[in-house]
C-alpha cells in the first residue's frame, strides 16, 4: 500500500505569508524589531523562531524559543484573517481520491501543529488529515519521517508499498533520499526556491498538483 506524506506551505496551501507575519509581529512583541529577511523555505518553525529571535537581537535559549512559540500562537490567528491565501489547484480533488482509493496519507511538515492546524483549519481543510509528523516532533526534518511512518502504521498503512514525500522544497526532497523514499516536487512555493528544488533532482517534478489522474499514475495507485 502506498503511503504519502505531504508538506503543508506551498504544497496545500499558499498561507499568503501569514506565518512570516506571525513571526514578524512576535519578534516585534518581545524584542522590539522583526528578524530580519530570513527565509522559510524548507525549515521547521523551531528553527525559524530561533533564526527570527536572534535576528531581531534576542538570546536564543530554550525559554526565549518557548516564549516565542507562544506568541507566534497567539499571532497566527490575526495573520490568516489578514491574509490572501489560498489552497493550491488539484489538493481538494487529489485528497478526496486518496480517501476514495482507500490510500494512506499523512503530513510530513516543518509546521508547529497548532500553526499548521490553524492553517489548514483557516483554508477549509480541518480534517483532511488525521496524523502528521509535525516540527514539534524534532529538530530537523529527517528525524521527523520516523515519526511519521510510525503514526501511518497506527493508523492503518500496513509499512509496506512505496513512500512518497510531496513537497515545494529542495528539503523535502533531501529528506526523502535520506530515508529511501520517493520525491515528488512541485513548483508551487515561493518562486526564487523552484532552482534549488529542481537542483535537488526529485524523482518526479511538476508545476502542481492539479492533474490528479497523473500524479496518482506517478504514486502508481490509479
Not at 125 to 149: C, M, Q
Not at 160 to 174: L, Q, S
Request: hydrophobic share 45%.
Amino acid at each position: 500500500m502506498t503511503l504519502v506524506l505531504f508538506d503543508i506551505d506551498g504544497t496545500l496551501l499558499l498561507s499568503g505569508a501569514a506565518g512570516v507575519h506571525a513571526f514578524e509581529r512576535a519578534a516585534h512583541s518581545l524584542f522590539g524589531q522583526g528578524g530580519g529577511d530570513i527565509d522559510f523555505a524548507g525549515r521547521l518553525d523551531g528553527e525559524n523562531a530561533r533564526m527570527w529571535i536572534e535576528g531581531a537581537g534576542g538570546v536564543v535559549s530554550k525559554k526565549n524559543e518557548s516564549i516565542f512559540k507562544r506568541k507566534v500562537l497567539l499571532e497566527m490567528p490575526r495573520a490568516l484573517v489578514a491574509s490572501k491565501g489560498k489552497v493550491l489547484p488539484g489538493v481538494r480533488i487529489l485528497i478526496k481520491r486518496l480517501e476514495v482509493l482507500g490510500i494512506s496519507f499523512g503530513l510530513l511538515t516543518g509546521n508547529w501543529e497548532r500553526t499548521g492546524q490553524m492553517k489548514l483549519n483557516h483554508f477549509g481543510l480541518k480534517g483532511a488529515f488525521t496524523w502528521g509528523a509535525w516540527a514539534d516532533d524534532g529538530e530537523t526534518r529527517e528525524e521527523l519521517f520516523p515519526v511519521a511512518i510510525a503514526r501511518a502504521k497506527r493508523s492503518g498503512w500496513d509499512g509496506h508499498g512505496p513512500i512518497w514525500v510531496v513537497g515545494d522544497t529542495y528539503r523535502d526532497v533531501e529528506v526523502a533520499k535520506a530515508h529511501g523514499a520517493h520525491s515528488l516536487g512541485v513548483l508551487t512555493g515561493p518562486p526564487y526556491a523552484h532552482s534549488r528544488l529542481v537542483e535537488s533532482n526529485p524523482d518526479v517534478i511538476l508545476e502542481n498538483l492539479s492533474e490528479t489522474d497523473k500524479v496518482l499514475d506517478i504514486l502508481e495507485i490509479c
